[in-house]
């Protein structure tokens, strides 16, 4: 049996912990085989703070 799998990236540079460790649950609870956001530095971020991917 053979399952499609499709890659979902992004970038946030304006989001808190609360709303990405909500957003990993949410996904997760979805079906999402994984969520890894992660700081990282060639992750452009804003003047005012981190960015995330």
Not at 33 to 40: F, G, H, L, M, N
């Amino acid at each position: 049996m053979k399952d499609d799998i499709a890659v979902l990236e992004t970038n946030l540079d304006d989001a808190t912990p609360e709303v990405l460790g909500g957003l990993q649950e949410t996904l997760s609870d979805a079906g999402a085989r994984d969520v890894s956001p992660r700081d990282d530095e060639e992750v452009p971020a804003r003047a005012s703070g981190e960015g995330h991917l």
